[in-house]
């Protein structure tokens, strides 16, 4: 009893005195005092961790703190940016941009021929598409005038032109050893706290060439739990969430402050196939693991967006290299099975097909980047174990697939394949599709119509003769199921009502946040 | 006391060395090229090709030979250099001071505001055990302790971010960003140290040697804090001990929920990507830390009973 009396005396005191210097150390956390109803909050689950345009690039050209030589709209059409002409010599192996003379980066300095020089030498010096691009000299012609010189004519040139990682910094950004030490753009936004992997804030640049932003300043967060970012959207936390998960949509589409929208994108999910392997290279094989597909079970059920079946490679809006006229990829398990049984394959006793004494038995790698993958994967299993093949699924790092492609040790892989790399699905095609195929694209697979139409197309500038060869490769490639294309992707986005002018870039290069305003 | 903190700087030194060189081992022994791994890592899924692991290979060196690697990093260990991560390409101590300083802030408040619950209540059951309070706190207890921390956390959110609107529900830089998360780890480790001190308290309050200050005269007060609380408190601290070392390398779910920069996320991302200088760095750091504070444990029950002097 005594010992009740004594803490009940003597404890609390202390006690109060600790919790209030408890709270006193928690303040000291640090504060920061920023206008809510001037403050844009974005939230999605991209991490950056890099100033490395190569590596981390998309993040500061969405936030809009730097710019690219060229733009692209939403049908990937090319629109002046840095640049506000280009042209290109008819043999297609010259393009000459002229630059705006009146652009200043973010610390002063003023754009010019040599800085634009400096920022695609790095850019052309890292993996990404300028890389790959045929480019052989980039020079200048005058203080702001700019000649990139090819070995071969390069449409998607442009549309490289306009990918993140040759976004132009200023001069000062670099090291001497080209080296990003420091982000300073030419956009909108200018950096105002960097915290990677999680915050980056911005704030608005007067100086800026082109219409002045209306949000004083806009914040990054990344939530890389799909629960967290919805809870974000409801509370008001955040204005915008970018990708939301299934089962967030239907709660947050009736939240009173929220608009969901659900905008297509260039992404497909596919089953890349290794055409080599002695179960696979027949065309009848592949077509069998197609039929047996429930597209529509697993977009409706999995992705939960009913309409999202995939048909074709590509989606309907990067319209050259999409099919209209091709018909659903109907589930047809019956079809399937009889494509098998012409190859020689018999129905074992333990459900798998069986022939010259092997097994149907495939290994399916995919990876948890996109947490989709491996559930869509599961279901893949499920639904070809009904024809007969066994399906093993292993769950690993995306980059077994350019790995295993290489050693030719995959067999089968489900990955989300983003045509919109560039704005011109010609740059993703020519690497998937050309001659020896490519690390995400057809494996042990060669079809010489489509590697000589794409090889054509690199430098085909005829409207109408582009259209017809892409969609020749685009039918050729339905035809012979290099890839098996099982759903598109559809972005879902919250947006608080608050926001006015959201735009959604389906190439995923800006968040357009200069454009918006914040209602109060 | 000397001996132990000789013996733990021995500790240390052996701890740096061997946790380096086994991250070194196993991370080599894993299947799957680095170059790849690591280019994984730096470009992200959409861009990770051969091309891109091939220029990875070159830039790194990772065809030198192994003994050569790991010599290397011997020697930049011996300058008290980490290196930097191949992933960011920023120096190791650099993302090390950001995501475990906020670990480490995230776990003493959480540990803090722990002790402030399980103090008062366990104490206040070991007072009157088997009573209404020691029964509820148990059941509370052994409910919350079930319940993964995640699910706290998660209903932390849904109460006191979405419908009461207090704090935010993700992020960091402020004292309100550090409250719903370390509240979801105190309850989680309340729940267990809360048995603790109430087990410990109602120990000594029954013991003998409690009873005998109180029949030899001193008052109630006198021999709670003489007898009372240093005898309470060693296996209270001892627990809480291992609760903070726990913490630090163990609340990864919570950092991903409440988008929190913290070692345990930093970690995983870095063995995905077979970041190795980046996981040999977190690991020498958190073996030090360790060392560290199990040091300070013994310090501490060393004072408060210095009895034992084995050390």
Redesign the interface.
């Known amino acids: 009893m ?6 009940r ?4 005191r202390q ?1 109060g005195h ?2 209030v210097m ?2 006193v ?8 005092s920023e206008d809510p109803k001037k403050t844009l909050t974005i ?1 999605g689950p991209f ?1 950056f ?2 100033l ?1 345009p ?2 981390d690039g998309y993040i500061y050209t969405r936030m809009q703190l730097t710019e690219t030589l060229l733009d692209v709209d939403a049908q990937g059409a090319l629109r002046p940016s840095l640049a506000k002409n280009w042209t290109v010599s008819e043999d297609r192996l010259s393009w000459q941009f002229e630059l705006r003379d009146d652009v200043i980066f973010h610390d002063g300095t003023p754009l010019d021929a040599d800085t634009v020089i400096k920022s695609l030498g790095v850019a052309r010096s ?3 598409p300028l ?2 691009a045929p480019v052989t000299a980039i020079a200048a012609t005058g203080t702001h005038r700019v000649e990139i010189e090819l070995s071969a004519p390069y449409n998607p040139l442009g549309a490289v032109l306009a990918h993140y990682s040759t976004q132009i910094l200023s001069p000062t950004a670099y090291a001497a050893d080209g ?1 990003v030490t420091s982000l300073v753009g030419s956009g909108p936004y200018r950096l105002s706290q960097y ?5 980056l804030h911005v704030r608005r640049n007067d100086q800026y060439w082109g219409p002045p932003a209306r949000i004083e300043q806009a914040r990054y ?5 799909a ?2 970012r919805a ?2 959207a ?4 955040a204005d915008i969430i970018y990708t939301l998960d299934a089962p967030s949509l239907k709660s947050l589409s009736s939240a009173d402050n929220l608009n969901v929208h659900s905008e297509l994108i260039p992404r497909t999910i596919l089953l890349k196939l290794n055409s080599g392997h002695p179960f696979l290279n027949d065309v009848r094989a592949r077509q069998a693991l197609s039929l047996a597909l429930d597209r529509t079970g697993i977009a409706a059920s999995i992705l939960r967006v009913p309409g999202s079946e995939a048909n074709q490679l590509v989606p309907p809006s990067l319209r050259d290299w999409h099919l209209d006229a091709l018909a659903p990829a109907e589930q047809d398990p019956t079809q399937a099975r009889r494509l098998l049984a012409e190859l020689g394959w018999k129905p074992g006793t333990s459900g798998v097909l069986l022939r010259d004494g092997k097994p149907f038995r495939l290994r399916l790698i995919t ?1 948890a ?2 947490p989709e993958l491996p559930v869509i994967a599961t279901a893949i299993q499920a639904q070809l174990a009904e024809i007969g093949v066994a399906v093993e699924v292993e769950i ?5 697939i ?2 295993g ?2 050693d030719g040790s995959l067999e089968m892989a489900l990955i ?1 394949r ?1 045509f919109g ?1 560039i704005a011109d699905p010609l740059g993703v095609m020519l ?1 998937d599709f050309g001659a020896g195929g ?3 694209g057809a494996m042990n697979w060669s079809q010489p119509e489509v590697h000589r139409l794409l090889a054509e197309l690199g430098a085909e500038h005829r409207r109408h003769e582009y259209l017809q060869k892409a969609q020749r490769v685009a039918q050729l490639l339905a035809d012979e199921l290099p890839l098996v294309p099982v759903t598109f992707y559809t972005q879902q986005i919250a947006v608080n009502k608050q926001v006015k002018g959201f735009r959604f870039d389906p190439f995923e290069r800006s968040y357009h946040i200069a454009e918006m305003e914040l209602e109060d | 006391m000397g001996k132990i903190v000789l013996h733990r700087l021995v500790q240390a030194m052996m701890v740096a060395w061997s946790v380096g060189t086994l991250t070194f081992v196993l991370l080599r022994s894993l299947p ?2 680095m170059a ?2 690591i ?2 890592g ?12 091939d ?1 990875v290979r070159a830039e790194l060196g990772l065809e030198r030979p192994v003994l050569e690697q790991y010599l290397g990093w011997l020697g930049d260990l011996l300058q008290f250099n980490l290196g930097t ?1 191949l ?4 120096p190791v101590s650099q993302e090390l001071q ?1 995501q475990l300083g906020h670990s480490l ?1 995230l776990a003493s ?1 959480a540990l ?2 722990s002790a ?1 619950i399980a ?2 209540l366990g ?2 059951c070991a ?2 055990s088997q009573g209404k309070l020691d029964l509820a706190s148990l059941i509370a207890s052994s409910l919350l302790r079930a319940q993964p921390v995640f699910v706290i956390g ?1 209903i932390l ?2 109460a006191f ?2 419908h009461l ?1 207090w704090f ?8 309100l ?3 719903l998360p370390s509240v979801a780890l105190a309850l989680s480790l309340a729940a267990v140290s809360n048995r603790v001190v109430r087990n410990s308290t109602y120990e000594v ?1 029954h013991s003998a040697y409690f009873e005998f200050s ?1 029949i030899k005269g001193l ?3 006198q ?3 003489r007898h ?1 609380l240093r005898n309470m408190a060693v296996p209270v601290v001892a627990c809480m001990g291992i609760q903070l070392v726990g913490l630090i390398e163990g609340i990864v779910m919570i950092e ?6 913290g070692i345990g ?1 930093g970690l995983a ?1 870095a063995i ?1 990507s077979r970041d190795v200088p980046m996981i040999q760095g977190t690991a020498l750091t958190l073996g030090l830390i360790f060392v560290f504070i199990n040091t300070l444990i013994d310090l501490v029950c060393h004072w408060l009973d210095p009895r034992d002097n084995r050390e």
Not at chain 1, 396 to 400: D, G, K, L, M, Q
Not at chain 2, 87 to 90: F, I, M, Q, Y
Not at chain 2, 168 to 175: C, D, K
């Open positions: 005594r010992a009740r009396l004594i803490f005396r003597h404890l609390p006690y600790m919790m408890l709270l150390a928690g303040l000291f956390t640090g504060c920061h939230g991490e961790t890099s490395d190569a590596k890292k993996p990404g890389n790959k080296t915290a990677p992997p999680h915050k967060l990344t939530g890389h739990r629960e967290s809870l974000q409801r509370s008001g936390q990876y980047d996109r690993t790092n995306s980059s077994a350019p790995s492609h290489q989300a983003n790399i690497t490519g690390d995400w | 799957g090229d790849y791994r280019a994984a730096r470009y992200g899924y959409d861009n990770v090709d051969s091309a891109a692991a220029a991560t992933v960011s390409g920023a950001h802030l408040m803090l505001l402030f103090l008062p104490i206040l007072l009157k998660l959110i849904l971010a979405l609107g935010p529900v993700a992020g960091f830089g402020t004292a960003h550090l409250i309050l109180r008052t109630a007060r021999t709670f804090l009372g991903s929920l409440f988008s929190w920069p996320h991302h995905f």
